[in-house]
C-alpha cells in the first residue's frame, strides 16, 4: 500500500513522472530491491546472502545511473515522487554499503537532500532528534540498519 499511497500523492501534488509506465518500470525496481534487502535482513544468513545483494544492488544502481543520464532527478527536471522512494532507500543502503553510492548517484542523493523543503526537514529539530534511516524492527533481524553519513 505504501507504493500507492505514494503515487497517489505524487497526482495530487502534481509530481508523476511524465511517461507513467516508465515510472512505474522504476518504481517496482526500487521496490524489488528494497524488497531483497528486507528478506536479507531477517535473514540468519545475513552474512552469506549479503554478498548476493551488493552484486544486485551494484547492477540496479548501473541501470539507474544510466536511466537517469544528465539529469538532475530520475525524469530529467521534474521531481517525481519516485525520486523520494529511489532517495529513502537509497539512504537504507548507504547504512549497509556506503562506498556503492560513490559518484552520480551520490551526487543525486545530495541534489534531492537539497530540495528547500526537504532541506528544511532533514535541519529540523524534528529531525534531527530522531534518526530518520531505514530500520528494520529488532530483535527479529540479523541486520537492522545502522545510520551511516547524514544526507
Same mark, same amino acid.
Given at each position: ?5 505514494a ?13 507513467v509506465? %516508465?515510472?512505474?518500470?522504476? !518504481?517496482?525496481?526500487?521496490m524489488?530491491i528494497?524488497?531483497?534487502? +528486507?528478506?536479507?535482513s531477517?535473514s #540468519? ?23 537517469m ?5 530520475l525524469?530529467g ?5 519516485i ?10 543502503h %548507504?547504512?549497509?554499503?556506503? !562506498? ?9 542523493? +545530495?541534489?534531492?537532500?537539497?530540495? #528547500?523543503r526537504?532541506k528544511e526537514w ?12 531505514f530500520h ?13 553519513p547524514?544526507?
Amino acid at each position: 500500500s505504501s507504493g500507492i499511497n505514494a503515487e497517489y500523492g505524487g497526482r495530487k501534488f502534481d509530481m508523476m513522472p511524465p511517461d507513467v509506465a %516508465r515510472g512505474d518500470m522504476v !518504481e517496482q525496481a526500487i521496490m524489488d530491491i528494497r524488497q531483497f534487502l +528486507g528478506n536479507i535482513s531477517y535473514s #540468519p544468513q545475513f552474512d552469506i546472502l549479503k554478498p548476493v545483494y551488493l552484486d544486485k544492488l551494484r547492477v540496479h544502481i548501473e541501470s539507474l545511473t544510466n536511466f537517469m543520464g544528465d539529469g538532475p532527478f530520475l525524469f530529467g527536471d521534474k521531481v517525481t515522487y519516485i525520486d523520494f522512494m529511489a532517495y529513502a532507500f537509497l539512504l537504507c543502503h %548507504r547504512a549497509l554499503s556506503p !562506498e556503492d553510492l560513490e559518484g552520480p548517484i551520490d551526487a543525486y542523493i +545530495g541534489r534531492v537532500a537539497n530540495l #528547500p523543503r526537504i532541506k528544511e526537514w532533514l535541519e529540523s529539530e524534528e529531525c534531527t532528534d530522531r534518526i530518520y534511516y531505514f530500520h528494520y524492527p529488532r530483535p527479529h533481524c540479523t541486520w537492522a540498519g545502522a545510520p551511516g553519513p547524514g544526507p
